[in-house]
């Protein structure tokens, strides 16, 4: 699943954003792309629920 994530801006953003998928799903894969704003997910947990995770963070996203 992929994420437009407009609020990400550098590695603090990232690490943030790992650190609520992995809370969610410890075995979940996570690619960010600082240039393109986006995050991709690879997880068994839908996409609902990763999406909340990521704006509980303070990431809100668009989808994608």
Do not use: W
């Not at 690619?31 to 995050?39: C, E, H, I, P």
């Amino acid at each position: 699943m992929k994420f437009n994530v407009p609020d990400m801006t550098c590695g603090h953003c990232v690490a943030t954003i790992t650190r609520a998928v992995k809370a969610l799903d410890p075995t979940a894969e996570v690619q960010a792309d600082l240039a393109g704003k986006t995050v991709t997910v690879e997880s068994t947990v839908p996409a609902a629920a990763m999406a909340q995770a990521l704006d509980q963070a303070g990431y809100p996203n668009t989808g994608a």
